[in-house]
C-alpha cells in the first residue's frame, strides 16, 4: 500500500472537514479559507506499540533518514516513503538538565531542562519543519520555494536548497526586520533575497500573493506539512526523557508554529494510547507583539472544540492590518502581530489545557543572558521561554516540583548585535526600553599594563 494513500489534507473546521490528497500544494483549504492538517488513517499503517520502538533505530545511524532526528520518527509522519524524505541531518539536538538554572526560577534540581535546538545544521528549530516541507516540495515537482522570514526560515530554507539543491530559494524579508546574523545565512547560502519596505506581516501577506501566481512552492509554517516536520521536537523530547511526558512545556510565541504541532503531536500520540497524559503548554510572547495574548487572556477566545469565533480572530486581525500597527520586541523571531497559525494554536491549549503569557523585553533579555551564563547561548525569543517560566513560577501555576521543558528555538549568534547592545551599550538599552539589564556582563577596560590587568582579574575572581 502506498503511504500516500493514507494520508491526507483536511481542513481544520469541523463545519467544513474538507479533505485533500497530498498531491495538491494547498496553505488554507479553497473551500473555507481555513487552515489545513495533514491527516492519517492510523488503522491501515504500521502503528508502534510503544514509544521505545523507535530506540531500535539508535542504531541505524549510518542511514541518513534514521540518522535525522525527523525522519527518525518516520511511522508518526508517514506522508510518503521514508527514502523519499529529504535531509541535511537536522534534529541532533540536547535535552540538558539545568539545575543552577532551575535554582534560579524557583524549580527543585532537576525538573528545569533545557531543549537546545540551536544545534540543528542552520542553527534553528525551523530545520525540522523545512526537512518536511521540502520533502513534499520534491515530491510535486517544485522548482522553486519561497517564504517570508524574520531570519530563521530563511535560513533554513536557503541551506536547505543549496545542501539537496531539491529546489532554488526565494525569501521575503521587510526592511530593517531582519537579525543579520540570520540575513548573513541567507545571503551566503546563494537564496534570492526579496526585501521590502515593511515587516514580517507585509513580507507574510505579498509572498502568499506571489507564489500561487508564480507556482512557487510556499514553506512558511502556513504550510501544514512544516507542522509535520516540526511536531518531532516533542518526540526528541519524550525519548531523552525515557518517553515519560513532562509536566510543562513552554515555548516563545511568534507565528505559533511550534505551538500548534506541539498540540497536534500529543493529540495524535494520546489518541494512538502512546502515551497516557499530556503536558500543559505554556506559550509565551514579547510584550510588544501580543495578539494572542489579546485574544485568549482578555478576549476569552476558545477552541471550544473547533466551535470558535472565527470572526472575532478575524476582526482583531484586520484592526491590526487596517491600522498598520507594527510588532516591537528585540526578539526578532517573535516580532510577529498577525500569526498565521492562531487557530491551530487555539486548538493545542485546548488539548493541552494550556496558558498563554507575555514578557516584556527586559525580561526576555535578562533571561536569554541568565541561559548563556549556564552554557548554552540562544536567540533573544528563546529567552523568553524561561521569563515565562519565572512568571507562572511566581503565579504558583508551575509548582517547584514540576518538570518543565524550555523549549530554546535558535543560536545564540543569531542575533549578535542584539546581545552585545544588552551586555555593553547602556544608550541601546535604553532606546530598547531596557532597564536595569541585572544579568549583563560587560568587558573591563583598562590601560594596557601588566598591573592594571592583573588587578582587574583578580577583582573578578
Not at 525538573?111 to 544545534?119: A, P, R, S, T, V
Not at 502515551?275 to 505554556?282: E, K, M, N, T
Request: aromatic share 8%.
Amino acid at each position: 500500500m502506498s503511504l500516500q494513500r493514507a494520508s491526507f489534507q483536511k481542513c481544520i473546521s469541523p463545519e467544513c472537514g474538507a479533505m485533500f490528497d497530498l498531491s495538491q500544494t494547498l496553505v488554507a483549504c479553497p473551500d473555507c479559507g481555513h487552515l489545513l492538517d495533514i491527516c492519517y488513517e492510523w488503522d491501515r499503517l504500521k502503528v508502534p506499540e510503544r514509544l521505545d520502538y523507535f530506540e531500535q533505530f539508535w542504531s541505524q545511524r549510518r542511514n541518513p533518514q534514521r540518522f535525522s532526528g525527523v525522519w527518525r520518527f518516520h511511522e508518526l509522519l508517514p506522508f510518503t516513503e521514508i527514502g523519499d524524505c529529504l535531509t541535511i541531518g537536522e534534529g541532533q539536538t540536547v535535552l540538558q538538565q539545568a539545575d543552577r538554572l532551575a535554582n534560579l526560577v524557583g524549580l527543585q534540581p532537576g525538573k528545569l531542562l533545557l531543549q537546545y535546538e540551536g544545534f540543528n545544521p542552520s542553527g534553528s528549530f525551523k530545520d525540522n519543519g523545512m526537512a518536511a516541507a521540502l520533502t513534499h516540495a520534491s515530491l510535486q515537482g517544485a522548482k522553486f520555494a519561497a517564504c517570508a522570514s524574520t531570519g530563521n526560515t530563511s535560513a533554513s530554507l536557503a541551506m536547505f536548497a543549496a545542501v539537496t539543491a531539491a529546489v532554488k530559494a526565494i525569501v521575503f524579508v521587510g526592511s530593517g526586520k531582519i537579525a543579520y546574523g540570520k540575513l548573513s545565512q541567507a545571503l551566503d547560502y546563494g537564496a534570492c533575497t526579496i526585501q521590502i519596505e515593511g515587516d514580517f506581516d507585509d513580507a507574510m501577506q505579498r509572498v502568499r500573493q506571489v507564489c500561487p501566481d508564480l507556482g512557487i512552492y510556499l514553506v512558511n509554517s502556513v504550510n501544514p506539512f512544516r507542522l509535520e516536520g516540526q511536531k518531532t521536537i516533542m518526540l526528541r523530547v519524550l525519548e531523552a526523557l525515557r518517553w515519560e511526558p513532562p509536566d510543562w512545556i513552554v515555548v516563545p510565541g511568534g507565528n505559533l508554529g511550534n505551538s500548534s504541532s506541539f498540540g497536534k503531536i500529543f493529540g495524535e500520540l494520546k489518541m494512538l494510547g502512546l502515551i497516557d497524559r499530556i503536558p500543559r503548554l505554556a506559550v509565551i510572547n514579547a510584550e510588544g507583539a501580543s495578539t494572542l495574548n489579546h485574544l485568549y487572556n482578555e478576549q476569552h477566545l476558545r477552541w471550544q472544540g473547533g466551535q470558535f469565533s472565527a470572526n472575532q480572530m478575524e476582526s482583531c486581525l484586520d484592526s491590526l492590518r487596517d491600522s498598520r500597527a507594527a510588532a516591537q520586541t528585540v526578539a526578532s523571531a517573535i516580532e510577529i502581530n498577525l500569526p498565521v497559525n492562531l487557530a491551530k494554536c487555539l486548538r493545542a491549549l485546548e488539548i493541552t489545557d494550556g496558558v498563554v503569557r507575555d514578557v516584556s523585553d527586559e525580561e526576555i533579555l535578562d533571561h536569554k543572558a541568565l541561559i548563556g551564563r549556564h552554557g548554552f547561548g540562544c536567540e533573544p525569543a528563546s529567552g523568553a521561554s524561561l521569563a515565562g517560566v519565572r512568571k507562572l513560577r511566581e503565579e504558583g501555576l508551575i509548582s517547584e516540583s514540576d518538570r518543565v521543558v524550555c523549549i530554546l528555538t535558535g543560536h545564540g549568534l543569531k542575533d549578535p548585535d542584539v546581545t552585545v547592545g544588552y551586555h555593553t551599550n547602556p544608550a541601546w538599552r535604553e532606546e530598547k526600553g531596557i532597564g536595569q539589564a541585572t544579568s549583563a556582563n560587560p568587558p573591563t577596560t583598562v590601560p594596557n599594563e601588566v598591573e592594571q590587568i592583573i588587578a582587574a582579574i583578580r577583582q573578578f575572581h
